[in-house]
């Protein structure tokens, strides 16, 4: 596994979501990973990597300013980024998805934040 922030098994459905997506423009899958920084209020929930761009995970990302969305991110960018006490991101060991993407995008939007 190239990146560090996901496991392998999460790899393989992140994927698999991701060919889903290409052929069902419906498909709401849950978040397979949850990814924080620990020391900044970062949060993302991914759903998905793109089946031709490996680097490219897509989910529901919340930087922290009040206003998550939908989008793409770099997962080697990801990687790369520190808090204001320079700790990494990190994957949140006991996250377990309790609904479909659209609905934390739904309860981020009224919050102003990912709500979990």
């Given amino acids: ?3 560090a922030l996901i496991t392998d098994e ?22 397979v990973v949850k990814l924080l920084t620990p020391d900044a209020g970062a949060t993302w929930l ?3 990597i793109d089946p ?6 897509f989910g529901l990302c919340d930087l922290g300013l009040g206003a998550p969305e939908l989008g793409w991110v770099s ?8 808090g204001r006490l320079g700790l990494p991101v990190e994957r949140d060991l006991h996250f377990r998805a309790e609904k479909r993407l659209s609905a ?6 009224l919050a102003g934040r990912i709500v979990v």
């Fill in 1 to 3: 596994m190239m990146n």
């Fill in 10 to 31: 999460q790899h393989v459905l992140l994927l698999a979501n991701g060919r889903e997506s290409l052929q069902n423009p419906d498909f709401d899958p849950a978040p």
């Fill in 46 to 48: 991914l759903t998905e």
């Fill in 52 to 57: 031709d761009d490996h680097d490219h995970s």
């Fill in 75 to 82: 997962l080697r960018e990801l990687a790369t980024v520190r």
């Fill in 104 to 109: 934390y995008a739904r309860n981020a939007r």
